[in-house]
Structure formats: C-alpha cells, structure tokens
C-alpha cells in the first residue's frame, strides 16, 4: 500500500522502474485476467457472507454507441478482472436512444407501454446492475417523454384526499370538482421534514379556499391541476445550438407547458423535470414498479436516480426558482430531502430482492453535504444493501491523507464535506441497516481517470504514481491502491478505517480534450490490449496498461472488513477471490 514519507511528505511507492520480480507478477495479473472465469464459483453479494470486493464498468457503450465492438471484445473475455457492468437506463425516452423502457410517445396522459426486450438482452449477456434515470443528467434531457409535460397527466396524477395523512408543498388533490394544491411547507426551521399533516376531521372543500385542514393548507387551483415544471440552467441549457437558457439571457429559468418564456415546447422537453411533482412521480413510479419485480434474480443491484442520471442530484434546486421549494437554503432541504424519503420507502416497496443502492451527494452552492447525510440515513433506515456517490476523485484522497485543501478532521463527522457526497464518513457510520444486514460502500469515479495527472480536481490515476512524476512531483497512491488502505489500515489520528466494496469505472474516454488531463476509458485501458486505437484512446496512455490491470487486481484481492464503529472491523476480515460471478 500507498505510504507518505513523513518528512518529504512525498508518496514513496514506486511504480516505475520495476524490477524482474515485480514485472512477472503484474504480467501473471494481466494473464490470470485473460484466462476467463470458468470454475464455476460464484460471489453473491449481501447476507452473512457481506459484500465482496467488485469492479464494474459504467457509461459503457449502447448496443450501437462508441467503442461498442471494443467493450464487447473485452466482455468475451469473461475477464477476471471485470465483475460485470452498470447500465444507465432512461425510464422513457423523447429523442433517440437503444436502451429505454417506457416506448410511448403520445402527448396526452401518459399510457405507460414498457418493453423490456432490448435491455433484457443486454442483462442476458453478462452480469449487470442497472441505474434507472427519469431524465438524462446534465445536457439535453432525452429520458422525460412528452406526455409528463402535459396538462392531461397534470389533471390524471392528483392524490388521494386523506385525514391524518402528510402532503408535501407542490402536490395537490381533486375535490368538490377542483384541484387544490398545497403550496407552502411545515419546515420547523432544523431537520430535514417539509410535510404538512391534514386534521382529524375532513374538511369542506367549498367556496374560493384557501382551505385549513390541520396543518395543511390547500389552495383552490381550479378545473385543471399545476402543470410538471422544468429548469433550465447552467447544467441543462434545454437545446444545445440555440438554448431556452440562452434565450433567457443565460440566466436560469423554470418552464412549464403554459408558460414557455422565451423556450419552445421543444425545449421545455428537454429540461430538467422539478423531482417531486406530481405528474413525473405518476409516470416514474409506475416504470420503476413494472422494472424492479421484472429484474428480479437477474441483476445484482438496482440504483434509482432522481431527478436525473442514477444518483440523487438536485442541479439548480438552490436556484430559489423550483416551486414551492421555499425561499431559504433549510426550506429547500427538506423539501427536496422529504421527496427522497418518500421515493426511498417507494423502492424499498417495489417488491426487489435484488441489492438496492442509493447515490449521495452533497447539494446546492456551495456544496451542503447535509444533503448526502440524511440520505444516507435513509438509505439506512429503508433498508437499502448499498451506499455511495459517484464522484470520487483525487481531492478525496488527499483530503482523507491530510494533504489537500480541505482536510478531513478525525473521527470523521456529519456535514464534514472532506470527501465528494460526505461518503467517507457515511461509509464508515452506516455498515449495517436497520435490519441489521451488511450495507456495501460503492464510488463511482467522478470521469474518466486521468492517467498521469493527480492535479487537485482532477479525478487522478487509477494506478500508483511515483515521486518525481512529471505532473504528480510528489507522488500519489493511486485511486484503487488508496482503498485497500483505508480499509485495511485506515487513515487519520486516531486511525478510522472506512471500507469501499464496489467500484463503477468509465469504459469510454470523451470526446474532447488534451493529455494528460484528458480523462481515459478506464476499462478498454485496463483490459483492452488496443485501447490506444480506439475511439477517443490516448496512445500516451497504453504504457500505463499493466499498472491499471495490477491496480484492478489489488482491488479485487483487498479485505473487506466489517462492523465496529465507523468501520473498525470489530465485526471479522473478508478476503473476496478474485473473479466475477458467472451470470
């Protein structure tokens, strides 16, 4: 593992200049991966045994997309040193994309006509998670179909009017022939609930409102209910050439079909969908309920992402322009904070008995990583097996080695933020759930690696580089190497050791940029022996392919320990064989 010289405070692990012993055992590495998994064994995640260590490629190529023929050269390889693979999928689809769920296209209510056919072939093919996403994150959202946007599913997706039961701000009921929305929150002004709760005794809906129910007060709305609202900023500019952001001077703004501002309809589909409103929750939840039972036994673990991509990432929430979010960082919180609680118990009811994870992160400008704690606090107390973010980078490393610029205190904290999504120390508090059942760590890489350069903000290398490098003077220990540490030895004073079971790396490198910044496509440069011909390769990178394929295997081959307070591994030493689950 990674040491730092004490004086020199330089990573002292060498990489280069490897002597005979050490070149055979990373070649044995690479030819152990190339022999293919074959005997039978099989690693199941969760239960007793806990969770063993895993790789699994992510943002891998669509049955058509870039690199494709590459990534499935080195899924045939059945190789060691790849678990298996997790597939973003849009739970709809407006534009043009292989792998989505919902084919309807109708402009009306939503009818939801779900084919499994396509994907089913993809989780067919080898071992797979999968990442289900409302909107595509960032960008242009492609994944929202027409019909969320429209007043008739606006009018089809109220909720049922109950005594005693909690709504919160933005949904809205029919009753006495109109709808009637609640629109501001019951936020006490600390912790993380924004829902109202109606009276004991019904209340009568006549007149012009507003009606007080207990602690709700609705709002008359009229014949028809509030449309699905969308944001358009910075991150989803809503069209690309010429932008409904743009259009609004390149300030943010919130449409929705009855009030476009400068945007077109066009663009309004493009936009981020504001989470907890009630026409995408009506939608959503009925593809997530139909893809959960139906994956059962065939996938390892499910994530659902909310508002977009497969991770909780509220983009623009601290605008102060989502409705009935409140004016104040704390109202917004626990607006946002009480939608994911509600989807949380949603999943967990599904009917999965699949692994279900959940992604952190810590929301807003600047970032607030209370966000990503009671996230994972309800992750925990919804007994999800699984836990993480997905934009683990070189900053957390050096933070967690007390090298950064945003230092990690000891014992690790609530709220510490030293880490991206808080999840060094949500990782190491919560190793089980409330059921008492092991819960795994699992990071994402925030890109691409970048291969050669460990540059604060940049997501770093893989693999260990030695002091002295030309863009990494002092050294680093290498994204997968540092793990085994933190897990094995821990870090800090005291030492606290934190333990990440499952790593997502990218398969494809982007298509801009320049070395050695430039992000690589970590599994073809791992696995792939031309990865240096492939779209979008760096040939500066295949001399590293012999330290990533050694960095996968150290991973794979590390401890897992777990229970004890914040991961102290009171609770026993797991050592996982290296190799995947036959599918």
């Excluded at 409103?277 to 059962?296: D, F, K, S, T």
């Excluded at 490098?469 to 094995?488: I, Q, V, W």
């Excluded at 050791?497 to 320049?514: I, Q, R």
């Excluded at 791992?526 to 394929?549: E, I, K």
């Amino acid at each position: 593992m990674a040491t730092v010289d004490g004086d020199a405070g330089k990573y002292s692990r060498r990489e280069c200049g490897l002597s005979t012993f050490e070149l055979a055992a990373k070649i044995v590495v690479i030819l152990l991966a190339l022999v293919g998994w074959s005997r039978g064994q099989s690693l199941q995640p969760g239960g007793a045994q806990g969770f063993p260590q895993a790789i699994y490629a992510v943002q891998v190529p669509q049955p058509t997309g870039t690199n494709s023929a590459a990534y499935l050269a080195v899924l045939a390889q059945n190789n060691m040193l790849l678990s298996g693979q997790s597939v973003i999928v849009g739970l709809g689809n407006s534009a043009s994309s292989p792998l989505y769920l919902d084919r309807e296209t109708g402009s009306g209510a939503c009818a939801v006509a779900i084919d499994f056919t396509a994907l089913d072939a993809v989780v067919a093919s080898y071992p797979t998670n999968l990442l289900l996403a409302e909107a595509t994150e960032g960008g242009t959202n492609t994944w929202t179909p027409a019909c969320v946007w429209s007043q008739a599913q606006a009018d089809a997706s109220y909720l049922a009017y109950a005594q005693n039961a909690a709504y919160l701000p933005g949904e809205y009921i029919f009753q006495s022939g109109n709808y009637w929305q609640l629109q501001a929150g019951c936020w006490s002004g600390s912790g993380y609930d924004n829902t109202c709760r109606t009276g004991t005794t019904a209340a009568s809906f006549t007149g012009a409102g507003p009606v007080n129910d207990g602690a709700v007060v609705w709002v008359k709305i009229g014949a028809h209910a509030p449309l699905q609202d969308g944001y358009c900023g910075g991150s989803y500019q809503c069209g690309s050439t010429v932008s409904c952001y743009g259009a609004n001077g390149s300030s943010p703004i919130v449409i929705n079909s009855a009030n476009l501002g400068p945007c077109s309809l066009t663009e309004l589909y493009e936009s981020q969908p504001i989470p907890s409103e009630l026409p995408l929750r009506n939608w959503a939840e009925q593809v997530i309920a139909a893809a959960i039972p139906h994956y059962n036994g065939k996938i390892g673990y499910v994530r659902v992402g909310s508002p977009a991509g497969g991770e909780l990432s509220p983009i623009g929430i601290g605008s102060g322009l989502w409705p009935n979010y409140g004016s104040t960082a704390g109202q917004q919180r626990a607006q946002y904070l009480s939608w994911v609680k509600d989807l949380d118990g949603f999943v967990a009811g599904a009917g999965g008995t699949m692994n279900l994870d959940t992604d952190l992160n810590c929301a807003g400008y600047p970032a607030d990583c209370s966000y990503a704690d009671q996230e994972a606090q309800l992750a925990h107390d919804n007994n999800f097996n699984m836990m993480g973010t997905n934009g683990y980078q070189v900053n957390d490393v050096l933070n967690l080695e007390g090298v950064g610029t945003n230092n990690c205190g000891f014992p690790l904290g609530a709220g510490a933020g030293c880490t991206s999504g808080d999840w060094a120390y949500n990782c190491g508090k919560f190793t089980t759930n409330q059921a008492g059942n092991a819960m795994g760590c699992l990071l994402q890489t925030l890109t691409g690696t970048t291969v050669i350069d460990c540059a604060a903000g940049l997501t770093g290398p893989i693999a260990a580089l030695p002091a002295g490098s030309t863009y990494c003077a002092a050294g680093f220990p290498g994204l997968m190497p540092f793990l085994g540490s933190l897990c094995k030895t821990g870090v800090g004073s005291p030492a606290q050791k934190v333990c990440v079971h499952t790593l997502e790396v990218y398969t494809n490198g982007p298509s801009s940029g320049a070395m050695p910044t430039y992000p690589a496509g970590d599994v073809l440069l791992a696995l792939d022996m031309s990865y240096s011909t492939t779209t979008n390769g760096v040939a500066a990178y295949a001399g590293y392919q012999l330290a990533y394929a050694s960095a996968f295997g150290q991973f794979l081959a590390s401890p897992s320990v777990y229970g004890g307070a914040g991961g102290s591994g009171t609770g026993g030493t797991q050592v996982s064989v290296i190799g995947r689950p036959p599918n």
